[in-house]
């Protein structure tokens, strides 16, 4: 899925939601942490100053996966706040975990669908920083329809993003990476980054892609001050 989409438009999602298995411990992380760590879904922009207790910048994960990177970097960066959605229930388990086994006060995490998150939950302008790392490529043609990335994918990430905050994507599906520098190199509310790899933990699909021999790219672009 990518952006608003008009009434009675068909909704064609970024995902397919796996069953996958749930550990014990990730059920009970589901059940025990969820009120601790989690935000359900709402139509209502989230107050961050109310929900993490502090006046901090605040950059929003989507598609987290089992979380790893994403607890990583806020452990990094306790002066940033940081909004992760991820519809996999166990990855969504296995990241309430390591945010209550860290003691992480600056995460908290949506399940549901990231773009909707943005749509609804995030007021213009309120985003520091929007991390989009091994976005599904769907590689199959007739699958190009679901990825993320899209023209107004790009759109609402420039409405979302405060002046000056960055948008930073990797892959390690090359033609996915053309497409994601082409639609936000064409959206005029983005300027490129500085080129080469900006700073970040190896995640756990990227991991997967290098022993496969993929090339990683990451893809960095700064909301422009309009
Ligand atoms: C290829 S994995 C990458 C996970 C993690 N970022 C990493 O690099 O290890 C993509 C993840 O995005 C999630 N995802 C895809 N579309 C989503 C959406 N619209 N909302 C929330 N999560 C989404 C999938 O469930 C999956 O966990």
Partial sequence: MSGK?????RTIRSYVLRQGRTTPSQHRALAVLSPRFGI??????????AVFGRTAPVVYEIG??????????????????YLAAEVH??????LLKKIDALALKNIRVV???????LEHMIADGALAGLHL????????????????VQAPFAALAAQKLAPGGYLHAATDWPEYASQ???VFSACRMFSPGAAGRRERPVTKFER???NLGHPVRDLLFLRRQE
């Fill in 5 to 9: 989409r008009q009434e009675g438009e």
């Fill in 40 to 49: 359900p879904f709402s139509a209502r922009p989230l107050d961050f100053a």
């Fill in 64 to 81: 987290a996966g089992m979380g790893e990177v994403t607890a990583e970097i806020a452990l990094a960066r306790p002066e940033l706040d």
């Fill in 89 to 94: 229930g166990p990855g969504v388990g296995s």
């Fill in 111 to 117: 399940r549901h669908d990231a773009v909707e998150v």
């Fill in 133 to 148: 790392f091994f976005p599904d490529p769907w590689p199959k043609k007739r699958h190009h329809k679901r990825r993320l």
């Fill in 180 to 182: 994601i520098d082409e």
């Fill in 208 to 210: 997967r892609g290098l």
